[in-house]
């Protein structure tokens, strides 16, 4: 066959690769920044107390920032690399590849910009509100058409696995991003999740483990089945090998979601079936880390010269290590120790941190010099950054597995009298603060060795010149199809069956899913506990404003059925106790106390003086202060909106109520408004009720004293009996 | 819990669509060889070192 002429894009690459790098760096500082938060409070309180980097702000910003921009770009950058050369054609359409390139930037402007001025939705790693959530479906379409497009008119016949990595990665990404971020406007930046309480859980961990899943393990699969041969010169390990765990690993994945909700309100019995999953994936999670490792048989030696090949081992050994954690920790009874704690965070940065971020950066010390036809400008610097990064992750995560652990049995912890040994939270949160210095530091140290790397990078790119395009002739190995003159492009399209349906699947399951959600969801709430009530319209905006604050980072509001926790925190969560819950907020992590029983424990005086200053009342509390909430004015524009938007999703509010939410809103104000004046006038005489019954703080205070009230006024067996009916 | 149908279908149907992707990939041969995948990658393509073509051959 003839031979022909192709250009490969590299400048989309170059693009790509340097929106890696700067978020990366723009990322993990926001990270450090949260770290640093925890590990040194009151700094923060006294003298950078701002609401805009608040601790419960930052971290969505930390976490989509990392996953999204740094990740995100780096999964293009390979993508686009790769998949040219693997298919030796250029990427279909230019348009798409730069439309894909500025709109994924967009994205990322509008979640730095809007994060921090609290527009969540709460759900994690689905915090951005509606209108970023709708750019994100268009962005991921723009680039699996270009994707599948190029796939299309390749010259190869034979699909190399890493396209079959790619490919699992659009669809699966495409279905979960649309059914999770099913949400009802309130405003142009506030919407109500369309699923409630235990559903929108379901839904969202459905999601988030497959965000893990889909986002951060088979992209860089594909990568790793990429870069790490063609690094070491070394053809992958066993090619059937990475076909059958490349199968298994993404017909399993799908069914893991629910062993972040164990003990919780869920089923029992999905519960069980995510554990299963979950075990089993050890073995094609392994496949791949094994046939990765594997790869390098015999070549060892240039693992010790090459920093590119370090950097991929310690990689795949922190997809090991993660991979076999991540199934220990799904069985019930270690999970009933870690769940809540930072054991949790450090699983996940020896996944971030190591997987990604090694496998990320080896990857761009393999491309620059290629882009830039020049050879690195320091290997002893790339090399420094190594070893560097991996003593950053060692510092990171060891010092917070020992914290998870150390606090997951604090709270477990009894006396021989039955009682609680460490009946103080705050006392299991304080022995950690140690190990938060720690952590702070190992991620200190793992940023200088990406700022080693930008350098290294910089100084490479300054002594070599970029090529654009990258002209190399290629022997086609793929029958082109008689292609008539003048014929339409999508007549290309229709001769490939499969790939039709793939597309027409993508329409109808969004069609689909548009038709059967509304009545499933609104369906479900019916089931109900009778003594739960719908929230009060300033309970109502109090929680939009607990969701604003990122209250739900650092507050769980679950109580697990274990002994434990009841005698902690009172009577376990039932699922009928958040039928009104949109989106639902039980949290994943405790950094602060459990609040599901939270109401009526405490007065509404404690609430208003804790909440401006909370190491007033809790010496040694390393919650931030909020003292802009007893500042600014409730805003309620949006109240009759939000009450009809709620109604319209199943909460029993009565028709009409819209119109009288305001005056009930400013009675119950102003109730809390002089209990907290009742107890605080000894000290500030001059505090009128009018003064303060109209902040923010109050509303918060009223969905604080709601919390899990209702069913406290039900004698425990009724409670069980109706839930056990359903 | 009706939802729990909607995502057993909807994982269902994502299965159905691995399925029938692993079944086109059996049928049409991706799997026939698995040994020479592996090492062509390894190869670079041919670069044209010299002054490049004005018209795009590679027009698809």
Known sequence: MEKVEVRYDNKIVKYFAYATITWGIIGMLVGLIAALQLAFPDFFNDYLGYKYISFGRIRPLHTNAVIFAFVGNAIFTGVYYSLQRLLKTRMWSDKLSYLNFWGWQLIIVSAVITLPMGFTSSKEYAELEWPIDIAITIMWVVFGWNMFATILVRRVKHLYVAIWFYLATFVTVAVLHVFNSFE????????????????????????????VAFFLTTPFLGLMYYFVPKAANRPVYSYKLSIIHFWALIFLYIWAGPHHLLYSSLPDWAQSLGVVFSIMLIAPSWGGMLNGLLTLRGVWDKVRDSAVLKFFVVALTAYGMATFEGPMLSLKNINSITHFTDWIVAHVHVGGLGWNGMLIFGMMYYLFP??????????????????????????????????????????????????????????????????????????????????????????????????????????????????????????????????????????????????????????????????????????????????????????????????????????????????????????????????????????????????????????????PAYPWLADDDLYTGHLEKKINVLRGLGVPYPEGYEKEALSDLQKQANKIAENVIRDISKENSNVQVSDIAGKEIIALIAYLQRLGTDIKAVPAEETELETSMK | MEIMFVMLLVSLLLALIFLVSFIWANKTGQYDDDVTPGMRILYDDEEVKKKPNKEKPNKE
């Open chain 1, 184 to 211: 009802i406007p309130v405003s142009f930046m506030k919407s109500y999740s369309w699923y409630s309480g235990v559903t929108d859980a379901l839904v969202q961990w459905w999601y988030g483990h497959n965000a």
């Open chain 1, 370 to 623: 290629k882009l830039y036809k020049v050879k690195l400008y320091s290997q002893s610097l790339a090399n420094a950054h190594f070893w560097i990064a991996t003593l950053g992750i060692l510092l990171w995560t060891i010092p917070m597995y020992w914290a998870g652990f150390s606090q997951g049995l604090m709270w477990q912890e009894f006396n021989p009298d039955g009682t609680l040994t460490y009946p103080d939270f705050l006392s299991t949160v304080t022995a950690l603060e140690p190990f938060y210095i720690m952590r702070s530091f190992g991620g200190l140290i793992y940023i200088i060795g990406v700022l080693l790397m930008a350098y290294n990078i910089r100084k490479t790119v300054k002594s070599g010149t970029f090529v654009k395009e990258e002209v190399v002739e290629v022997t086609p190995t793929i029958e082109k199809k008689k292609k008539e003159k003048g014929e339409h492009w999508h007549r290309v399209i229709e001769r490939k069956p499969v790939r039709l349906l793939v597309f027409s699947f993508i329409v109808i399951a969004i069609g689909g899913a548009v038709e059967i959600i509304p009545t499933m969801a609104v369906e479900s709430n019916i089931e109900k506990i009778s003594q739960v009530k719908p929230f009060t319209p300033l309970e109502v905006e109090g929680r939009d404003i607990y969701i604003r604050e990122g209250c739900v980072g650092c507050h769980s509001q679950m109580v697990r059925p274990l002994r434990f926790e009841t005698e902690r925190y009172g009577e376990y969560s039932k699922a009928g106790e958040f039928v009104y819950d949109h989106p639902f907020l039980w949290g994943s992590k405790r950094t602060g106390p459990d609040l599901a029983r939270e109401g009526g424990l405490r007065s509404d005086s404690w609430h208003y003086t804790h909440m401006i200053m909370p190491k007033q009342i809790s010496p040694g509390s390393i919650m």
